[in-house]
């Protein structure tokens, strides 16, 4: 297949994977994903969307290789920052512990810490934060433990980091 072609064929491959369903809302359609099954929408929305970087611990070292019987787990690898430490959370109890229309609402109005992309999670379509509930309750194996609680500025985690302090070339404190 010619590069033009196939640059085409992948356009219109990625817009025939959404669906310009109204939502309901006013204002103009928002695209949504649409599977076989809200399970693979959402196992699909879980693996594009990078919700495995950080909520399943080893995913990236694993060169994505984690077993999915293991994602979404959480992480004790924290995020260190201005703002304290974050950790992503352990979805599969995060879910266990909440109704399908919570999920929905915590997607749609939560602004928390770093390093969690809430703006672009708020603007995903309601259909598809229900996908990502459905499939993380689908997953098999044990839900693991909860993730360490996040720091306050001031504290230094016990716990490995990666930090994400902002840093001037050249200055003397760095």
Not at 151 to 167: K, N, V
């Amino acid at each position: 297949m010619r590069p033009n072609t196939m640059l085409l064929a992948l356009g219109l491959l990625a817009l025939a994977s959404c669906d310009q369903a109204d939502d309901g809302a006013t204002g103009p359609t928002r695209p949504r994903v649409v599977a076989a099954t809200d399970i693979e929408a959402g196992r699909y929305l879980v693996r594009v969307g990078g919700c495995n970087d950080c909520h399943t611990s080893g995913y990236i070292a694993s060169g994505g290789k984690t077993p999915e019987a293991e994602w979404l787990r959480g992480n004790s690898h924290g995020f260190f920052g201005p703002w304290g430490t974050t950790y992503a959370h352990n979805l599969r109890l995060t879910t266990a512990n909440m109704t399908e229309d919570a999920w929905v609402e915590m997607l749609s109005t939560r602004d928390a810490l770093p390093i969690m992309p809430w703006p672009s999670v708020n603007a995903m379509h309601e259909a598809d934060k229900r996908a990502i509930y459905r499939y993380i309750r689908s997953l098999p194996g044990d839900a693991g433990a909860p993730a360490p609680t996040a720091l306050p500025p001031g504290q230094t985690p016990a716990t490995p980091y990666e930090d994400l302090t902002t840093r001037t070339p050249g200055d003397a404190s760095n």
